[in-house]
């Protein structure tokens, strides 16, 4: 699952186009926030490899990344969500800072939710 999740992240830029609202200066908007949870959840179900979902049940996937998303939700910064906004210009958006940690950690906490039964 941890290659899966390390190639996750690229993806995600793609969603948050369709989210750039102007963020709070506190951190993210509630929107930018409920961007992330539904796009990374629903590219994280729908991208499970199907060995993955065979070897630990669809539920289990799903708990997986329901954790994920929310993790990713609760800990990106402004400076890494604006980061990961597709440039309608370029097509391409910038590798946020730091956010390998970001996934990382995200992927250790959740993890023990693909073995829960």
Do not use: W
């Not at 990374?40 to 954790?67: I, Q, W």
């Not at 800990?75 to 590798?95: C, H, N, W, Y």
Request: glycine content about 6%; overall charge positive.
């Amino acid at each position: 699952m941890g290659a899966y999740v390390r190639a996750l992240p690229i993806s995600i830029g793609c969603f948050l186009m369709l989210a750039s609202a102007v963020a709070e200066s506190a951190g993210l908007s509630q929107s930018q926030r409920d961007a992330i949870l539904k796009g990374t959840y629903h590219m994280c179900v729908d991208g499970v490899p199907r060995e993955v979902s065979n070897k630990y049940g669809e539920l289990a996937v799903k708990r997986f990344c329901s954790c994920y998303a929310d993790e990713l939700a609760s800990k990106l910064t402004k400076e890494q969500f604006e980061a990961m906004i597709v440039d309608p210009k370029t097509g391409r958006s910038r590798p946020p800072a730091n956010y390998q940690n970001t996934v990382r950690d995200a992927n250790r906490v959740c993890a023990p939710e693909l073995s829960a039964q």
